[in-house]
């Protein structure tokens, strides 16, 4: 996997504020080490707060996301390839919420990496749609 820039899935202010660190972030670190790649902590910034995706349907949860980020600086993501991670996905609204964002700021392509992803999840996350990837 070829990644320009890697760039973790983001908290609320608010929440990572209550746990004290953000688990993507964490991760997306090590990632980025790992491919030699830029590391962007706060591209991706979560414009409002969310309720928590566990307690809410797929649909619930698309509509909770839906419009969450916005890319802080467009031209860290413009015509870069995108490693977006986050420690767990289940239905990919979140990681499909911010792959809108990040594409829409001009990113060539968005690829995700997760810790795990649930069993229910895993094969809408693997079928993402075309606009996931621009060429």
Same mark, same amino acid.
């Given at each position: 996997?070829?990644? @320009?820039?890697?760039? $973790?899935?983001?908290?609320? $202010? =608010?929440?990572?504020?209550?746990?004290? /660190?953000?688990?993507?972030?964490?991760? %997306?670190?090590?990632?980025? @080490? #790992?491919?030699?790649?830029?590391?962007?902590?706060?591209?991706? !910034? =979560?414009?409002?707060?969310?309720? *928590?995706?566990? *307690?809410?349907? !797929?649909?619930?949860r698309l509509l909770n996301v839906a419009g969450a980020f916005r890319v802080r600086a $467009?031209?860290?993501?413009?015509?870069?390839?995108?490693?977006? +991670? @986050?420690?767990?996905?289940?239905?990919?609204?979140?990681?499909?919420?911010?792959?809108?964002?990040?594409? #829409?700021?001009?990113?060539?392509?968005?690829? /995700?990496?997760?810790?795990?992803?649930?069993?229910? #999840? %895993? @094969?809408? +996350?693997?079928?993402? $749609?075309?606009?996931?990837? =621009?060429?």
């Amino acid at each position: 996997m070829r990644a @320009d820039v890697v760039v $973790p899935v983001p908290l609320h $202010p =608010r929440r990572l504020a209550e746990r004290g /660190y953000n688990q993507a972030a964490l991760l %997306a670190a090590h990632v980025a @080490d #790992g491919l030699a790649a830029s590391f962007a902590p706060r591209a991706l !910034r =979560r414009v409002r707060s969310t309720a *928590q995706q566990a *307690q809410l349907s !797929r649909d619930l949860r698309l509509l909770n996301v839906a419009g969450a980020f916005r890319v802080r600086a $467009p031209e860290r993501v413009q015509r870069r390839r995108v490693a977006l +991670i @986050d420690d767990v996905a289940t239905t990919g609204a979140t990681l499909a919420a911010c792959r809108d964002a990040l594409l #829409g700021a001009g990113a060539a392509s968005v690829t /995700y990496l997760v810790v795990a992803a649930a069993e229910s #999840g %895993a @094969d809408e +996350i693997r079928s993402s $749609p075309p606009s996931a990837r =621009r060429t």
